[in-house]
């Protein structure tokens, strides 16, 4: 299933963390479709570099372990994750409890290096390992009449110290349009920088939306489900205002509390510079057919 | 608390200034360093936020802490409001030159965003305060002076409103703060009354 979608960071763009994956990435995409990691692209131009581990497994949200962003990497080791299995019901042919070891021998891992966007403005470029969402979907058969997907975190409060208060309605759930999830780029990760997800990234299988704010990108998921309505997602269950059940970074329309035209690199340190902000996050190319003749204002 | 009170007034005014203000340089040392994490900008704006909140706290406990515990901070309290405005001034300052640094930005988020007025409006508050903190406003003032710091107390409300409101969800911390400076407001209401009664 791989190959469908390839890279347009580049090796110029790899830290020495990253780039052994860049190396398999570039054959992996000579492979695949030809020399297209090697055409570079506007945004590799920019000077994009990924993050580095640390940055990206120490700077976290995943308020089931509190809501500073070092709290998940201080409290998330509390998390059993094996044994792990996901409940996948709804609109499928064949619902059921999958576990881990069922799905990864189903699976084939590729890597992705994704730009990564939150809804609070700044932003990584994290290389994770994974597989197209689409190819689970299909694992479980999607029925006609589906047109939503459903997913849930795990919520267990004797392991997750974050739980004890009521940030937000455990537990956390999203949800894409089906159309959203069957896209290529929409992956479950199960990996960053080659090793297995550290807890505080959502181990052990979590969801990379790219094109969408981070919080669409739930971690740690235990259930699927296949619906035919718009299924209720936490953050705009807490503030619909707020927070759009779509989420597409989108520059010109601001979260009421800042703006959206820009981003904070993390790693840049005291002095780093804003950049602008891409539409979809720089993925407007791969998904913005999706939303033809929609008002992105509206549907936030 | 006598005891207390007599190793307190050993203890000289220019000490609390100097101890008070250190945290913000090395704050910033730590954020030029990689001592406040990956995203330090966030951090130091934070830090010094709530060093700020803390301290605008401790000012107006000065008062209820004389009259009902008999504990005496009035020869710091200059000291704690200037070193208020301190710590405010350099989180706007942080947020204005290291996080926004864009102009039109910060015009356009100080009308837009609520949670960006309240916390100005606070600002814009303490700042006559700040400026009238010497010897020479207090007689200049007279009466006018305690009404004028008086504004201390909307201030305080202000700038825990604006924490609770700059938050994602539901979070007990800034709510802690918000609480603090009701009780402090409320301890001074009936003493008031009675006063005038």
């Given at each position: 299933m791989a190959h469908r979608w390839t890279n347009d960071l580049t090796l110029a763009d790899a830290t020495p963390e990253a780039a052994f994956m860049n190396r398999r990435q570039i054959m992996a995409g000579m492979a695949g479709m030809?020399?297209?990691?090697?055409?570079?692209?506007?945004?590799?131009?920019?000077?994009?570099?990924?993050?580095?581990?640390?940055?990206?497994?120490?700077?976290?949200?995943?308020?089931?372990?509190?809501?500073?962003?070092?709290d998940p990497s201080a409290n998330a080791h509390l998390m059993t994750t094996s044994p792990w299995s996901v409940e996948i019901d709804g609109l499928v042919d064949k619902p059921g409890s999958y576990s881990m070891k069922d799905i990864l021998s189903a699976m084939t891992l590729?890597?992705?290096?994704?730009?990564?966007?939150?809804?609070?403005?700044?932003?990584?470029?994290?290389?994770?390992?994974?597989?197209?969402?689409?190819?689970?979907?299909?694992?479980?058969?999607?029925?006609?009449?589906?047109?939503?997907?459903?997913?849930?975190?795990?919520l267990r409060p004797s392991e997750m110290p974050g739980t004890a208060y009521?940030?937000?309605?455990?537990?956390?759930?999203?949800?894409?349009?089906?159309?959203?999830?069957?896209?290529?780029?929409?992956?479950?990760?199960?990996?960053?920088f080659g090793k297995p997800l550290p807890n505080q990234n959502g181990a052990p299988l979590r969801l990379v939306v790219p094109w969408k704010y981070g919080f669409k990108s739930i971690k740690s998921v235990v259930k699927i489900t296949l619906t035919d309505k718009e299924p209720p997602t936490s953050?705009?269950?807490?503030?619909?205002?707020?927070?759009?059940?779509?989420?597409?970074?989108?520059?010109?329309?601001?979260?009421?509390?800042?703006?959206?035209?820009?981003?904070?690199?993390?790693?840049?340190?005291?002095?780093?510079?804003?950049?602008?902000?891409?539409?979809?996050n720089g993925y407007e190319e791969e998904v913005a057919g999706m939303y033809e003749g929609m008002n992105l204002a509206k549907h936030f | 608390?006598?005891?207390?009170?007599?190793?307190?007034?050993?203890?000289?005014?220019?000490?609390?200034?100097?101890?008070?203000?250190?945290?913000?340089?090395?704050?910033?040392?730590?954020?030029?360093?990689?001592?406040?994490?990956?995203?330090?900008?966030?951090?130091l704006e934070h830090e010094y936020g709530e060093l700020a909140l803390q301290l605008l706290i401790l000012g107006l406990a000065v008062t209820p802490l004389r009259r009902h515990i008999g504990l005496n901070l009035l020869r710091f309290r200059r000291a704690i409001g200037l070193l208020t405005f301190f710590y405010v001034t350099c989180h706007l300052l942080v947020w204005l030159v290291l996080d926004v640094q864009i102009l039109g930005q910060i015009w356009a988020d100080i009308?837009?965003?609520?949670?960006?007025?309240?916390?100005m409006a606070g600002f814009l508050l303490l700042l006559p305060l700040a400026l009238t903190s010497n010897n020479w406003s207090v007689r200049r003032l007279g009466p006018g002076w305690r009404k004028l710091h008086r504004a201390t107390y909307m201030a305080a409300v202000l700038g825990a409103l604006h924490f609770?409101?700059?938050?994602?969800?539901?979070?007990?911390?800034?709510?802690?703060?918000?609480?603090?400076?009701?009780?402090?407001?409320?301890?001074?209401?009936?003493?008031?009354?009675?006063?005038?009664?």
């Open positions: 030809g020399l297209a990691t090697m055409a570079g692209g506007a945004q590799a131009d920019e000077g994009l570099t990924p993050n580095t581990w640390d940055e990206v497994t120490s700077y976290c949200n995943f308020y089931e372990f509190g809501t500073g962003k070092g590729e890597e992705r290096i994704y730009r990564f966007r939150c809804v609070e403005a700044w932003s990584m470029v994290i290389p994770w390992q994974g597989f197209e969402l689409a190819d689970l979907l299909n694992m479980a058969g999607v029925q006609e009449g589906a047109k939503y997907v459903a997913f849930e975190t795990l009521r940030v937000i309605d455990w537990p956390y759930r999203e949800g894409l349009r089906l159309d959203e999830a069957m896209h290529p780029l929409t992956i479950m990760a199960t990996g960053i953050w705009n269950m807490a503030n619909a205002r707020e927070y759009g059940f779509y989420s597409n970074v989108n520059p010109q329309v601001d979260h009421p509390r800042w703006s959206q035209a820009s981003e904070k690199r993390i790693g840049g340190g005291l002095f780093a510079k804003r950049q602008p902000s891409l539409m979809f | 608390m006598q005891g207390v009170n007599a190793l307190l007034r050993r203890v000289p005014v220019w000490a609390v200034y100097l101890l008070g203000a250190l945290p913000a340089p090395y704050l910033f040392y730590l954020g030029l360093t990689g001592g406040l994490g990956v995203e330090p900008i966030e951090v009308l837009k965003r609520p949670y960006i007025t309240v916390g609770v409101m700059l938050v994602k969800g539901f979070q007990i911390e800034p709510l802690i703060y918000l609480g603090l400076v009701g009780l402090l407001l409320l301890l001074r209401a009936p003493v008031r009354r009675l006063r005038t009664a």
